[in-house]
C-alpha cells in the first residue's frame, strides 16, 4: 500500500527558503502515469496546488507561486522535494504531498501524506 | 478568492439529502474538465471521495454521489450520517494562464 510521508523544519524565518520533503513507500515513484506533487493549505483556509513533478523531472508549477518555487526529485531515493523561496507569513500552512494520477482528466490527488505545519515566523 | 466558488456550509439532519455546488466557468468546469471530490475530516489530510465527475473510488459508500452540468457540479450525500461532518473541496484544471489544478474553498458540511 502506497504511502507518502512529508519532512523537513516545522519553522521558517521570514525572507528564507522552506525545504520539505516527500517520501515515497510500498511502491514506486518511477511509475508511469502518476505526477507527485505539493499543496498546502493555510490556517482555516482551503487547499492551494503548489506545483508537480514527474519521475523523469518535468514539472508543473502554479503561475501565482511559480518565481518561488522549485520541485525535485530523487528516483533513488524515494523523494521528491519542495523549496519555496523569500517566505513571509502568508506561506505559513500545512503542506501536503500527493500522488497525481495522470490518466484521470484532469488529473486527481489520490494519495495524500499526512501533512507537515509550517509556520514563517521570526 | 478561488477559481471554483463553493459555499462556506451547508447542514443537514441524521438521515437526509444534502448537496454542496461548485461553480466555475468557461476556463474550467465549462472547458469540459472533469470534477472531482474530496473529504476533509477534522485534522486530516484529505481524502479522495469522488473522480471523474461521479466515480466512487473503492471503500467509498454509495451515498456519495457526484454530477457535472456546463459550469458547475455537485456533491450529494444522501442518508446523511454523523461521521460524514467534515469540509469537502471540489477540484478541477483550469487552462487560463499556463494552466493548473484548481481547488474550490471548501464547504463544511454539519450534521444537526
Do not use: M
Request: proline share 6%; with cysteine.
Amino acid at each position: 500500500q502506497l504511502q507518502l510521508q512529508e519532512s523537513g523544519p516545522g519553522l521558517v524565518k521570514p525572507s528564507e527558503t522552506l525545504s520539505l520533503t516527500c517520501t515515497v513507500s510500498g511502491g514506486s515513484i518511477s511509475s508511469s502515469g502518476y505526477y507527485w506533487g505539493w499543496i498546502r493549505q493555510p490556517p482555516g483556509k482551503g487547499l492551494e496546488w503548489i506545483g508537480s513533478i514527474y519521475y523523469s523531472g518535468s514539472t508543473y508549477y502554479n503561475p501565482s507561486l511559480k518565481s518561488r518555487v522549485t520541485i525535485s526529485v530523487d528516483t533513488t531515493k524515494k523523494q521528491f522535494s519542495l523549496k519555496l523561496s523569500s517566505v513571509t507569513a502568508a506561506d505559513t500552512a500545512v503542506y501536503y504531498c500527493a500522488r497525481q494520477w495522470a490518466a484521470a482528466d484532469p488529473d486527481v490527488f489520490d494519495i495524500w501524506g499526512q501533512g507537515t505545519v509550517v509556520t514563517v515566523s521570526s | 478568492q478561488s477559481v471554483l466558488t463553493q459555499p462556506p456550509s451547508v447542514s443537514g439532519a441524521p438521515g437526509q439529502r444534502v448537496t454542496i455546488s461548485c461553480t466555475g466557468s468557461s476556463s474550467n468546469i465549462g472547458a469540459g474538465y472533469d470534477v472531482h471530490w474530496y473529504q476533509q475530516l477534522p485534522g486530516t489530510a484529505p481524502k479522495l471521495l469522488i473522480y471523474g465527475n461521479n466515480n466512487r473510488p473503492s471503500g467509498v459508500p454509495d451515498r456519495f454521489s457526484g454530477s457535472k452540468s456546463g459550469t458547475s457540479a455537485s456533491l450529494a450525500i444522501t442518508g446523511l450520517q454523523a461521521e460524514d461532518e467534515a469540509d469537502y473541496y471540489c477540484q478541477s484544471y483550469d487552462s487560463s494562464l499556463s494552466g493548473y489544478w484548481v481547488f474550490g474553498g471548501g464547504t463544511k458540511v454539519t450534521v444537526l
